[in-house]
């Protein structure tokens, strides 16, 4: 008995094509692990007000070691958080708030370093403004999930950068005095 089909050099290739094609569907399934716009929204929603936190512990598994240390920084030479800059570091403004939940979308991703692009409309008053604030992320090939490394508000001033640069002032500055709750005290 003959069989009904033959297989020829054409049916091999178009074989080895179908088994090619299920292994790159396959790979990009887990691409979304590698999304880093979860890894935003996570740390836009569950710590937004990082910035004026005492106990920071809570930022230690959602941004960089770097980043995390200049929180601690800031933390242990009893800096007030949200001293340096007096605004939400979010919007870079006192006043207003987000109208809406803001949109993120991912401008740069090559695997190791993504920019995410966080667009909202800011309410002040009775003025509605679109605004955006980028974050910086870096993939943590460890933990396998992505960190957040520094970010930038609609001013366009990166937070960790300021920071620093703030801090390296006030060294420079012997007998520097801040004010802290109506009183004065004196950095180390």
């Known amino acids: ?7 020829t050099t054409s049916s091999w290739a178009l074989c080895a094509a179908g088994v090619w094609i299920a292994v790159l569907l396959a790979s990009c399934s887990g691409r979304t692990q590698t999304d880093p716009v979860p890894a935003a929204q996570t740390f836009f929603t569950q710590h937004h007000y990082f910035y004026t936190l005492e106990d920071i512990r809570p930022l230690a598994g959602a941004v960089t070691p770097q980043f995390y240390a200049l929180l601690n920084r800031l933390s242990d030479e009893g800096i007030p958080m949200g001293y340096v800059v007096d605004a939400c570091a979010w919007t870079d403004s006192q006043d207003g708030w987000f109208k809406e939940d803001p949109v993120f979308t991912v401008v740069r991703n090559n695997g190791r370093r993504a920019v995410v692009r966080m667009d909202y409309d800011f309410e ?3 003025s509605i403004e679109p605004k955006h604030t980028l974050l910086s992320l870096h993939w943590d090939s460890p933990g396998q999930q992505w960190l957040v490394a520094d970010m930038k508000g609609p001013d366009g001033y990166p937070y960790v950068q300021i920071h620093l640069e703030w ?16 009183r004065f005290w004196r950095m180390k």
């Open 1 to 7: 008995m003959k069989p009904k089909w033959k297989l």
């Open 124 to 126: 002040i008053g009775s």
């Open 167 to 182: 801090l390296k002032q006030m060294r420079i500055k012997k007998g520097f005095q801040m004010p802290l709750h109506g």
